[in-house]
């Protein structure tokens, strides 16, 4: 049985940064990455990245957001600067291993005044 275990939400205020991990039980050979949903809208990719490290990012996060992996560890991060309102959301973060997804809990992510 594979877990991934989120950490790192919180509240923020507009312009903050926070930072996000996301640590895997087993080794994960696929993509690992970072989806959001906020309130009332359906889940959206915000950045993914390969095993070799290419990585993938939605528009609204690009320049804003790194995401990063290390394999040794099971562990994708994800550093998110210059945060924005919009930004708030529960941020879920997924891991590929022998053609399966899998998904962690969500951590909350609120940025707010």
């Known amino acids: 049985q594979v877990q991934l275990v989120e950490s790192g939400g919180g509240l923020v205020q507009p312009g903050g940064s926070l930072r996000l991990s996301c640590a895997a039980s087993r080794s994960m050979f696929g993509a690992m990455g970072w989806y959001r949903q906020a309130p009332g809208k359906q889940r959206e990719l915000v950045a993914s990245?390969?095993?070799?490290?290419?990585?993938t990012y939605a528009d609204a996060v690009k320049g804003r957001f790194t995401i990063s992996r290390d394999n040794g560890k099971n562990t994708v991060y994800l550093q998110m600067n210059s945060l924005k309102p919009d930004d708030t959301a529960v941020y879920y973060c997924?891991?590929?291993?022998?053609?399966?997804?899998?998904w962690g809990q969500g951590t909350q992510v609120t940025v707010s005044s």
């Open positions: 990245i390969t095993r070799g490290g290419t990585t």
């Open positions: 997924y891991g590929g291993r022998l053609g399966v997804d899998y």
